[in-house]
């Protein structure tokens, strides 16, 4: 009756898992809250194989549970922190695997460029990019799906209203996806580029004025 000391929460899939693991033979390896004395559920690692006879057949099973609360409070701490960053975050953050699928984009992401949730989950990076990035963004994308870093790759996005904004990435593989941060460097490079040409513009200035004086 040892599931009677289980969390109601996780007692179905122990239950059903042990029952499985006895009928394979196989072994016992799951997570789950245990009712201490004075009334508190706590997180435990529980293990457990079968012990056979010399003709296989299983004996008793033993196991060991292995006290994991600490580690368990702390990655539900980790979780809310990442999610209230990613809720929060004024930067672009995106989620696709290898093929470009996009699986998650942040408010961030949908606000600044006018796309809903519902319309960028499920489709490809192409769907968005301007067509003169496609080559070079697929190309990084193979770059991440080797284990290399993005650090700072620009590319172009395309708004909702028919714009595109300069976008430049930074990027991690992990678990077989792709976790990308993004900042809109649009109005920057455009000031950039304003700035150069007025220096150009300068420059020739003073070599005419130099050749009228001349």
Same mark, same amino acid.
């Given at each position: 009756? +040892?599931?009677?000391? %289980?969390?109601? *929460? ?5 239950? #059903? ?8 033979? !196989?072994?016992? *390896? ?11 559920? @706590?997180?435990?690692? %529980? ?6 006879? #010399?003709?296989? !057949?299983?004996? @008793? +099973?033993?196991?060991?549970?292995? /006290? ?6 702390? &990655?539900?701490?980790? $979780? ?11 930067? @672009?953050? @995106? ?19 006018? +796309? =809903?949730?519902?319309?960028? %989950?499920?489709?490809?990076?192409? #769907? ?17 799906? $080797? ?12 708004? =909702? ?18 976790? !990308? %941060? ?9 000031? &950039? /580029? #304003? ?7 300068? !420059? ?11």
């Amino acid at each position: 009756r +040892w599931t009677l000391f %289980v969390h109601p *929460e996780d007692r179905p899939g122990a239950a #059903a898992l042990w029952q499985q693991c006895v009928t394979l033979g !196989a072994p016992y *390896e799951t997570e789950y809250r245990i009712l201490r004395a004075d009334g508190q559920y @706590l997180w435990h690692l %529980v293990r457990a194989s079968a012990l056979r006879s #010399a003709d296989g !057949a299983i004996n @008793l +099973w033993i196991g060991a549970s292995t /006290d994991i609360h600490e580690r368990k409070l702390l &990655e539900a701490q980790n $979780t809310r922190d990442r999610n209230r960053i990613w809720s929060l975050s004024q930067e @672009l953050m @995106l989620i696709c695997d290898f093929q470009g699928v996009i699986s998650a984009v942040n408010p961030a992401t949908t606000r600044q460029l006018g +796309w =809903s949730e519902e319309e960028m %989950v499920g489709r490809v990076l192409d #769907a968005f990019l301007h067509p003169d990035d496609l080559a070079s963004t697929a190309a990084e994308v193979g770059k991440l799906s $080797t284990g290399v870093k993005t650090l700072a790759f620009e590319n172009r996005y395309r708004h =909702s209203n028919g714009g595109y904004l300069l976008l430049s990435w930074t990027a991690v593989p992990d678990g077989g996806m792709i976790h !990308a %941060v993004a900042r809109d460097i649009t109005r920057e490079r455009s000031a &950039e /580029d #304003a700035l150069r040409q007025s220096q150009k513009l300068e !420059a020739i200035g003073q070599l005419t004025g130099g050749v009228a004086h001349d």
